[in-house]
């Protein structure tokens, strides 16, 4: 019998357990010792489903931030046509520069979960101290609170992403693991009891497992 090699990743342990399960079933002289391992499959089968879930609400959830993120993009360049058209679309005017020392896109184009929110948050700071200027005042009450909400909403898509993104982890990096470990014991164990079974014929023993490895067939010679 064949143990699988350290790279087997945990998708390929459940069709040779379900092999191994169903054929000491099917033997009236190994009936029931199957049931060890046939528990750990379930659990095995229904992590990876959970796996699969959880990696298709990471995509969902990435995509929502993505959308959170365009929107707030589309109000920073509102703001910054307001604002060119302010300083008659002089970039090298100091107000324009207060908001924008290196452009639009070193906003816009920045990472979205951290970059991005820190760097509005600084232009929102700025929007406060210029709430009661006179050229930028109406500009800034226009156009701060829309900024503010669509950054709140893209920090909260990017907390929900992140807390997928840690239940994902924990999956792949604890919970998988400590499954693989023990299906490799059931597994073991249910060969030491079949061989007890067949101790006569301890041949018979690798008729209940399939390799986990395809084994290259042996070339003819010619005689």
Same mark, same amino acid.
Do not use: G, I
């Given at each position: 019998m064949e143990m699988p090699p350290e790279d087997t990743p945990p998708e390929a342990y459940l069709p040779r357990s379900a092999y191994s399960i169903a054929r000491v079933a099917a033997d009236p002289k190994t009936a029931g010792l199957e049931l060890a391992l046939a528990a750990i499959h379930v659990d095995f089968k229904k992590i990876l489903r959970d796996r699969e879930d959880h990696e298709e609400e990471v995509e969902k959830r990435s995509a929502v931030l993505d959308a959170r993120d365009n929107e707030l993009d589309e109000d920073i360049g509102g703001f910054e046509l307001g604002l060119l058209a302010l300083v008659t679309k002089n970039r090298g005017d100091a107000r324009y520069r207060?908001?924008?020392?290196e452009g639009l896109r070193q906003v816009t184009t920045?990472?979205?979960r951290k970059e991005e929110p820190e760097l509005v948050g600084d232009m929102l700071d700025s929007m406060t101290e210029d709430m009661n200027d006179p050229e930028l005042g109406s500009l800034v009450a226009t156009w701060a609170p829309k900024i503010s909400n669509s950054r709140s909403k893209v920090l909260a898509a990017s907390?929900? =992403?992140a =807390?997928?993104?840690?239940?994902l982890a924990l999956l792949n990096d604890k919970r998988i693991p400590a499954l693989m470990a023990a299906w490799r014991t059931e597994y073991k164990k249910l060969e030491g009891q079949l061989t007890a079974v067949y101790a006569s014929n301890p041949k018979m023993v690798d008729r209940f497992f399939k390799p986990f490895r395809k084994r290259s067939k042996a070339k003819k010679t010619d005689r």
């Open positions: 207060r908001y924008f020392p920045a990472e979205p907390e929900n =992403l =807390l997928t993104e840690k239940e």
